[in-house]
């Protein structure tokens, strides 16, 4: 019998909230006939919300912190941990807290981050959750939308992979801006990640593309 060993994508997610984008990719991986996986979901809460999503699925979940303070394990701690895991792709999905240069450096252009505006525009420190939603409502901004980049030392700054917008121009408040953006989350990102997965995401011109 010939045994054929296909290469698992490992997938690592940091999140700090409810996870509906964990759970978007999750569900996308599980519909599509997908070589990667999500091997482990870290947070920097513990009993953060988005571990529920888990649970049952048999993945480990860690949650990390500057330091080894109870209950938390450290960043160096975790990065020997997806060295060890092997770990092909860092997806930043909701995760609150600034990720640290050790991390940066060792998976350079392996750390993605969704964020949920339209990138330049309305992102940097304190640029998280409903404080996006509201500078974009204040602003009387008329098109918002979600972006995927890499991450790099500094806040929301690394190449765009990619992004999609939404007319917003007849929403009443911030809150609806979130939810229209978030339902793009739930499509762009999964897409994303399985484009990182079939080698599909390209640098060419000083810019990124992803092919068909
Ligand atoms: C999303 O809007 C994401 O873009 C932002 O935080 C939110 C996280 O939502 N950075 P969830 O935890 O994935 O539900």
Request: proline share 3%; glycine share 4%; with cysteine.
């Amino acid at each position: 019998m010939v045994k054929i060993l296909v290469k698992m994508y490992k997938i690592a997610v940091f999140v700090s909230g409810r996870g509906s984008n964990l759970k978007a990719i999750l569900d996308r991986l599980s519909q599509f006939e997908s070589t990667a996986e999500v091997v482990c979901v870290i947070s920097d809460k513990i009993e953060c919300s988005a571990f529920k999503i888990v649970e049952s699925k048999n993945i480990p979940t860690y949650t990390v912190s500057q330091n080894d303070e109870k209950g938390f394990i450290s960043y160096a701690k975790i990065l020997l941990l997806l060295e060890d895991l092997d770990i092909d792709l860092i997806v930043l999905a909701g995760y609150l807290k600034k990720i640290p240069n050790i991390l940066i450096e060792k998976f350079e252009k392996k750390i993605i981050n969704i964020h949920p505006a339209l990138l330049p525009a309305f992102g940097g420190k304190g640029m998280y959750g409903l404080n996006v939603h509201k500078a974009v409502f204040d602003k009387s901004v008329q098109v918002s939308g979600a972006t995927i980049h890499f991450v790099d030392k500094v806040y929301d700054n690394g190449k765009i992979i990619a992004q999609k917008s939404i007319d917003i121009s007849d929403v009443d408040s911030p809150e609806q801006i979130a939810e229209r953006v978030l339902e793009i989350e739930h499509q762009l990102l999964p897409e994303v990640v399985l484009k990182f997965s079939e080698n599909k995401v390209v640098e060419k011109n000083n810019r990124i593309y992803l092919l068909n």
